[in-house]
T-cell receptor, first 115, second 114 residues
Framework: AQSVTQLDSHVSVSEGTPVLLRCNYSSSYSPSLFWYVQHPNKGLQLLLKYTSAATLVKGINGFEAEFKKSETSFHLTKPSAHMSDAAEYFCVVSDRLGSQGNLIFGKGTKLSVKP | KAGVTQTPRYLIKTRGQQVTLSCSPISGHRSVSWYQQTPGQGLQFLFEYFSETQRNKGNFPGRFSGRQFSNSRSEMNVSTLELGDSALYLC?????????????FGPGTRLTVT
């Protein structure tokens, strides 16, 4: 069975400093992995996705994530945080071989950005 | 392209009533999935529809049901509402191609059960 663990429920950074949101996954198959962002009272927006093409994945708004199979990790990074990055971030796994409609979400990491 | 739309955006119902939520996917997307989001349980998968057929189902009681129409629009229904059904219900559509598994989410319907 697939699962994801987001290692931090809350991360606080200062504007202009790097962001690191950590995610470990468990999957029996070759997984598809995603990061979604949810701003307050909004739906979920896809930041980036990994589907076995390149291990370093670039997304929108300067975010990127690296798939490391040996560490079963898919951490999200950004070199310099902006105030508008404050939101909740979800690491997500999908089983490509089976239930494509079934995304499994981590518990979320709330990112705060201080001025 | 227009995004995923959900109606209504907000809903207040009483225990024991039933409710129907609607979702219109992105044009050309044939897969529609539904999720429930609560502070305690996080985001949980309800079901997925593809070409008017339920393709996958999460671990929710039979009070939760859905359907999909020939134009890919989907509805979900919750009967005999309970207080614990208060949540944000999110709909997502997907291109459902071998090389594209991502889902695109609507803004959600906020359901409050009193």
């Amino acid at each position: 069975a697939q699962s994801v663990t987001q290692l931090d429920s809350h991360v606080s950074v200062s504007e202009g400093t790097p962001v690191l949101l950590r995610c470990n996954y468990s999957s029996s198959y070759s997984p598809s992995l995603f990061w979604y962002v949810q701003h307050p009272n909004k739906g979920l927006q896809l930041l980036l996705k990994y589907t076995s093409a390149a291990t370093l994945v670039k997304g929108i708004n300067g975010f990127e994530a690296e798939f490391k199979k040996s560490e079963t990790s898919f951490h999200l990074t950004k070199p310099s945080a902006h105030m508008s990055d404050a939101a909740e971030y979800f690491c997500v796994v999908s089983d490509r071989l089976g239930s494509q409609g079934n995304l499994i979400f981590g518990k979320g990491t709330k990112l705060s950005v201080k001025p | 392209k227009a995004g995923v739309t959900q109606t209504p955006r907000y809903l207040i119902k009483t225990r024991g009533q039933q409710v129907t939520l609607s979702c219109s996917p992105i044009s050309g997307h044939r897969s529609v999935s539904w999720y429930q989001q609560t502070p305690g349980q996080g985001l949980q998968f309800l079901f997925e529809y593809f070409s008017e057929t339920q393709r996958n189902k999460g671990n929710f009681p039979g009070r939760f049901s859905g359907r999909q129409f020939s134009n890919s629009r989907s509805e979900m229904n919750v009967s005999t509402l309970e207080l614990g059904d208060s949540a944000l219900y999110l709909c997502a559509s997907s291109p459902d191609r071998v090389d594209r598994y991502e889902q695109y989410f609507g803004p959600g319907t906020r359901l409050t059960v009193t």
